[in-house]
């Protein structure tokens, strides 16, 4: 009954969706009041009835009712329950539920601070969301319903993947879909101001929060997965330009460009078009990405064909959202003239700069992302296009966006000169300069031309943010948040190149083989493996073996890393005892038993590791300090009245009833 | 209506356009040269009994399948099932074609494991470790499969993972249809 509940509450969420899709941007043009005033609680409606249907989906996962086919197919009842429940979002048709679910939770949130927004553009952004929502509820009930039964009820589940049965696992795919999702609102925003044929200041205002926040979700996300991969997957890799991986860098990079030219829109009114150009890539990539990963294309095109319903249905939706969006961008894009005019020398022309960057990066992932799919679909082969070829190519742009990034801090607003600029950033820039030479000299011993541009590029962006703060003149405690949360992000993004410039090039790795008793030594390191003692968990068995780490004839830490056998039908999996410290991680991994008492052990010592994860904290602490400036709450007040004078010079013919809406 | 404002739709018509020709071309209806032909000669070791050979000749008389598959092959694993189903269902002897897997440098005895552990679905298993048996084939990818009649010709070739419904309305009616051909 339960699950009928929940596949019935679905389908009034989709229903309330179509009417909330409809009829508040009819009304935008027709002027009728009662029909705009339907978006925000068509929007409230909409997230009530999928929350119900969510909670439905859970109860069937809490109570192991394995009637319904998709928890039948997920989860067992040895499970321990948290995973259960994470069990919901751990394949295809539960995540789409979750999607929907906060799609729709974005669109209540962009209803309820929605105080200074006029009504009209307020109607056309939850319409656009609206719309979203429809052609999300629909895949989900037309080929993926996650509440279908099945009329043979087997006496136990499958098992949920053992490499998801994992927190970090439980809170990552969530995280990231409020990213994916988030970008929705940018993306609306945009149709909304395209429809009307007006984006100002007071647009870029409204729009400038919502997309931060969805990017500190995505930021957060992808360190998250990044960090699970590195403890969970035993190779002690961060990063494995998986494509699942590239499918959520895509939309971090252009909605790091997204955020930047939102910037200039808001202070400039310049870069209008590109704005509007990146939300609407921003929530492409976002959709792609989710789809990507989804339908499973990714192992083999041939997945696709295997359901060829949701393939299609994939791809018809993707056109229709990408396509009418870009349609609209051609017929409306030149009525959103830029005015505000700027000098070679500009901080505009520096974030121009960033944002073609950021834009080739994203091309570079896309490309190496479908490019085996394209091969492979043409029946050319299976080709992986691996890390050579991303390293090769992101690791220079990244240089040479880094060295900007630096002086942008320093470049004023529409004109600058160069000897004004330098002036403010000859020390800094020095002492990066100096940095990069004397602290691996000093660190390392060594002098790698790898080493000095990374050192160079993360003191340069943290050193000039810093200085940034301390030349401005003001008290640091009167600056506005949001310069605090760009300074922030900005040293944080300094931490993550910092991190990853170490780790990659002086970690080091070894494979041995150890009997009880015996030890090796890495890095400085004394690894001695003290017997391996077979436990039980919850819903495995596991090998369990007892590493201690002496460093210069101290113990450091005992750390214990697991083999771990989900039982039949899965691979066994590794979790690696590791030792976390602010300037190395060490990291031992479990592999086969070798005879009598002797193992093979996986080593690694991997210096600043961490960097890489706590520079993304910062990066999306920065974010969310941008996002909750006091300007957007006081200037939202303010809008309002700017906003009256706007909507009267877009509306050709002056609507009484309308005016009243707004006033 | 300004030109350059449409250049995002004109890149996206053409990106969109690829990947529809690529979808709709499906890659499995690709004929191969070796259809109608004699199944090329191998004689190969067997996986379990080394000292064993099987060779294509041995199966004459019989309405057949080759699969290839490896270790390292992700799609063999998900194609894994629906040929153990198909195997069952029609009797059919399938024999599995280890391509450059078993006894190589980088996979060693994967192969014994991922059987074990997946469980054999195959009538016989031979070991192609350098991959020669494959190039007669004119394999193009691993997971391959072909079907060949009691003559011993090549009937059909599917390329990729085989899905539960190609095996229902390609294959089966394919296997029934060729066990009532005279051999």
New interface residues.
Partial sequence: MIPEIGHFALILALSVAVVQGIFPLWGSFNGKLAWTSMAKPGAYAQLFFLFISFLCLLYAFIVNDFSVKYVANNSNSQMPAAFRASALWGAHEGSLLLWALILSGWGSAVAFFSKGIPSIMLARVLSVMGLIGVGFMLFLLMTSNPFERLLQIPLQGRQLNPLLQDIGLIIHPPLLYMGYVGMSVAFSFSMAAMIGGKLDAAWARWARPWTNIAWVCLTLGIALGSWWAYYELGWGGWWFWDPVENASLMPWIIGTALIHSLAVTEKRSSFKVWTILLAILAFSLSLLGTFLVRSGVLTSVHSFASDPARGLFILVFLLVVIGSSLLLFAFRAHKLRSTGSFSLVSRESGLLVNNVILLVMAATVLLGTLYPLIIDALSLGKISVGPPYFNAIMVPLALVLFSVMGFGFFVRWKKDSMSRVLKRVWFPLTLSLVSAFVLPMLLAQDLKIMTILGVFASSWIALAALMWVLSSGRSPFKLPLASWGSVVAHIGMAMTVAGITVVSLYDSEKDVRLEKGQSYELAGYKYTFNGVEAIQGANYKAHRATMDISHNGKTVTTVHPEKRDYGPGSMPMTEAGIDAGFTRDLFVALGEPLGGDAWSFRLYHKPFVRWIWLGAVLMGLGGLMAALDKRYRRVRRRSLEVAQDDEKQTTNKPNPKLSGAIA | ??MK??I??IV??AL?G???F??T????L?PSPFIGKPAPQFTLPRLYKPEETVSVSDMKGKVWMLNLWASWC??CR?EHKVVTRLSKKEKIPVIGLNYKDFGTEEYGNEALKWLE??GNPYYAVVVDKDGMAGIDWGV??VPETFVMDKKGIVRYKF???I???AADEILSPLIEKLRKEEG
């Fill in positions: 209506m300004n404002f449409t995002p739709l996206f018509a969109a690829l990947m529809l690529g979808l071309n499906d890659p499995k690709i992700v799609s998900a552990v997946l193009v990818g390329t990729g993972p899905y539960q419904k």
